[in-house]
């Protein structure tokens, strides 16, 4: 810990989140150093990633509490048999294939295709699972403000007959879930709680 402390002091981390984050927002996220890309010495990402994997050799940065492989879900018997999906079919979770075999060069979808979904669409749901090592941040302008005007809420978020989930938040036409103890996959570790966000999200329920 010291170690990540002294990083994130010398890479301009520390008090970020404090210093910068509120509501509303009171301009364009600084960068913390010169480039969108971390500076050398300064990926506490990768550092915590390989110091967890020390510790735990199955650790997974999807779901960080795995300590053996975990099944693909949508390979289990009984979920291909309740989606009506080929029963001798063997699913995998990601391609071997390099789907961008030339890179990338698109920009981030928050500063293009998103906005535009959320500005025209009734209703948009972000979602991230607490247990996901895997953290998407924007800043993002949609309806012509920046980010949520009003702070997040802890333990707002009320799954029907199981309790607080963590966090849901709602403005301006989009709607960001944390879902507690779940990785990046929701319907696979959350799965109550991943229905009733599809059911607000599909217009079967009033209230997120």
């Known amino acids: 810990m010291n170690y990540l402390e002294n990083e994130a002091t010398t890479c301009n981390y520390t008090g970020y989140i404090d210093k910068h984050v509120t509501y509303p927002p009171t301009g364009l996220l600084p960068l913390p150093g010169d480039s969108i890309e971390f500076a050398e010495g300064c990926n506490v990402w990768h550092d915590i990633f390989y110091s967890a994997l020390i510790i735990n050799p199955a650790f ?7 300590t ?6 949508f390979n289990r018997m009984d979920v291909k048999e309740a989606i009506h999906a080929p029963v001798d079919t063997k699913w995998s979770e990601s391609s071997n294939v390099n789907v961008f075999p030339n890179g990338d060069s698109s920009l981030p979808p928050a500063f293009t295709v998103l906005l535009n979904v959320i500005e025209k669409n009734k209703q948009t749901v972000i979602i991230h699972g607490l247990a996901n090592f895997v ?19 802890n333990d707002n978020f ?13 403005e ?7 879902v507690v103890l ?13 229905f009733q966000i599809m059911q607000y999200l599909m217009g079967f329920r009033d209230m997120p």
């Not at 997974?60 to 795995?66: F, L, Q, V």
């Not at 953290?135 to 809420?153: A, Y």
């Open 172 to 178: 301006q036409g989009l709607t960001y879930y944390e």
């Open 135 to 153: 953290l998407i941040s924007e800043c993002m302008t949609w309806n012509r403000l920046q980010g949520f005007q009003t702070p997040i809420i």
């Open 60 to 66: 997974d940065a999807y779901h960080i509490w795995d």
């Open 158 to 170: 009320i799954v029907n007959g199981m309790g607080a989930f963590r966090t849901m938040h709602s």
């Open 68 to 73: 053996t492989q975990s099944p693909i879900y």
């Open 182 to 194: 779940s990785g990046h996959m929701v319907p696979q570790f959350s799965p109550v709680a991943a």
